[in-house]
């Protein structure tokens, strides 16, 4: 462990002096100093906070599984892509139209049918994986990564020999797509959306884990799962449960993620399960709510890191997500609530 | 053997970790009643409670428990043909709080002797606790939680392993009034102890282990009254 003050100055200091630029000094950036420009502050805050919603959904899949069966699910971004194709394909037959989807074609039930029958979908895929391919390997993690990483390298390449190379359109529901004004600034109704549906995702997680039985089990299960066996409980069917409910979990992300981009596109699939897997290094694996953390500060670097670089070098702000990364891992090599084992 | 002798049955049985034994033609069979096993550190006390829960796979030998053949299946089945477990060291979960332990197995103990409210009577210190995580309670709140879960399964056998470890002397006389209790009511108790007055004030048989086998069966008057024999066995100097 680094000494104390080392670790404060770690965390202190950058804070500081990124406040410090953010607030006063940064002229010449796409954003302007927040002093001076508060709309702009303001817009690339919510522009942070709405993809942190967005990298929860995602993320609280991947933890929760990892959490309680150490299965590192490298086809977590397989599950969130293939739902993405699946809504895309619903919502397409829905509206009645091929291309060009206008949002204001969409109503609010081709939006949300195609959410859950995507989620429903591989959800079902992931419990398939877990039953026929994960069950016999259970305790070997290094085999269960290499598994389901065998399964995201097939189901790209399936996939995109299905759906084609090029993006095909999935939108939010035309009644969310508008526009409001926030100190001065347009800002777009769907984000917020995003992050209501995140929230939505979030407040249901929590219930479930904390008033529900099998929500103490799966806690008790994520402590000493030995222990939990021991008294009597069948593990292997809250194991079952749990998949079922973090590839749901990966499918809402899809779903969502998709409708963000307007798109779904080959290669979101690893770019996913990068972002996932940032989130719980941050958090911690295993953590709902470092899960929570980790989406807050990863969403936040990647919201005011390209808006305060100065003009030109925003292409460098992805260093920020590295920095941050450094950071907590200096600080705390657990992540922010992981346990140490 | 008696017929009360024929609750559980441990006949030459073998286990260990790797290539190395830990348990030797361990054999001892009990009733409903209370046993003791005693003996020094490392002579396998422990990975004896864990093979016959199921956590540790046996090599050879059998358990057999109320008629039936026990040995080799998990936990979950081990527990639901009716032993509790106490583990050493307690094992309580960090995660959640007095309550939701109790909780989280209440839906079985509907009905039956020990609920989470015949719990909290019997430990009313824990009552104080129900909303305190698991980590906050002291060492002997603790020990009554880990306890009070093992009851919520309503078995006829406990298996409780050092269970007086680290508790203050005025626990230890309530964990050994709980055992007497239990047993009163017809609940079969297997302890592993290293304290002497501990295991001895808890049941009149006492089976010492040494190098994972059960080496000679002594009444608890017979321990108490000899240094020889406490010397030799449990390694204790008075």
């Given amino acids: 462990m680094l000494p104390r003050w080392v670790s404060r100055a770690a965390v202190w200091v950058p804070l500081a002096a990124a406040a410090l630029w953010v607030l006063v000094l940064a002229r010449n950036t796409s954003a302007g100093p927040a002093i001076r420009e508060p709309g702009e502050f303001v817009v690339t805050l919510l522009d942070g906070v709405t993809f942190a919603g967005l990298l929860f959904v995602v993320a609280s899949g991947f933890t929760l599984i990892f959490g309680l069966m150490r299965t590192v699910n490298m086809a977590h971004g397989s599950l969130f892509l293939g739902a993405a194709y699946v809504a895309h394909e619903i919502q397409t037959n829905m509206v009645g139209k091929d291309a060009n989807i206008d949002a204001r074609d969409v109503s609010l039930l081709a939006w949300i049918l195609p959410l859950l029958a995507a989620g429903a979908v591989v959800a079902l895929l992931g419990l398939l994986m877990q039953q026929l391919l994960l069950r016999w390997n259970q305790g070997q993690d290094l085999r269960q990564a290499l598994i389901t990483l065998a399964i995201s390298v097939i189901a790209a390449d399936q996939l995109l020999a299905h759906f084609g190379g090029v993006a095909q359109p999935l939108k939010w529901p035309g009644a969310v797509t508008h526009f409001f004004e926030i100190v001065g600034e347009r800002y777009a109704t769907s984000r917020l959306f995003m992050l209501g549906v995140a929230l939505l995702v979030g407040a249901l997680l929590w219930l479930w884990l904390n008033r529900t039985r099998m929500g103490m089990v799966i806690r008790a299960g994520v402590d000493d799962q030995e222990m939990v066996r021991a008294l009597g409980i069948n593990i292997t069917l809250v194991f079952a449960i749990t998949f079922v409910v973090g590839s749901f979990l990966a499918g809402v992300g899809g779903v969502l993620g998709g409708s963000f981009a307007g798109s779904v596109a080959p290669g979101v699939d690893g770019a996913w399960l990068l972002n996932s897997l940032v989130v719980v290094i941050i958090g911690g694996l295993g953590s709902v709510k470092g899960a929570v953390a980790g989406s807050l500060l990863y969403g936040m670097v990647v919201a005011l890191s390209p808006a305060y670089l100065p003009a030109g070098y925003t292409y460098y702000s992805v260093i920020f997500t590295f920095a941050l990364l450094a950071v907590v891992l200096a600080v705390r090599p657990a992540g922010l609530y992981g346990r140490v084992e | ?238």
């Avoid at chain 2, 309580?92 to 609920?115: C, I, N, Q």
């Avoid at chain 2, 995580?133 to 009851?151: C, D, F, K, P, T």
Wanted: aromatic share 4%; hydrophobic share 40%; with cysteine.
């Fill in chain 2, 1 to 238: 053997m008696t017929a009360a002798d024929s609750l559980l049955t441990v006949e030459d049985l073998q286990a260990g970790y790797g290539t190395s034994r830990v348990l030797d033609g361990l054999t001892f069979s009990m009733g409903t009643e209370s046993v003791c096993i005693v003996g020094r550190n490392g002579m396998g006390k422990s990975t004896l409670c864990k093979t016959i829960m199921g956590m540790v796979s046996p090599t050879a030998g059998a358990i057999t428990f109320s008629g039936r053949r026990i040995d080799g299946l998990a936990p979950e089945k081990v527990a639901r043909s009716g032993i509790a477990y106490v583990p050493q060291g307690r094992r309580l979960f960090p995660s959640l709080t007095v309550e939701e332990h109790l909780a989280m197995l209440a839906p079985e103990s509907r009905g039956k002797r020990w609920t989470p409210t015949a719990v909290y009577e019997l430990f009313p210190r824990l009552a104080d606790r129900r909303s305190n995580g698991g980590a906050e309670l002291s060492g002997g709140e603790q020990q009554m939680l880990a306890v009070g879960r093992a009851l919520l399964l309503n078995t006829p056998l406990i298996v409780m392993d050092e269970p007086s470890e680290g508790l203050a002397p005025s626990i230890v006389d309530d964990l050994i009034a709980v055992v007497h209790r239990l047993v009163s009511e017809g609940v079969a108790v297997l302890v592993v102890e290293q304290n002497l007055r501990a295991a001895t004030a808890m049941s009149a048989r006492q089976l010492v282990m040494t190098s994972g086998r059960i080496e000679i069966e002594l009444t608890a008057a017979e321990l108490l009254e000899s240094t020889q024999l406490q010397s030799t066995y449990l390694g204790v100097d008075a």
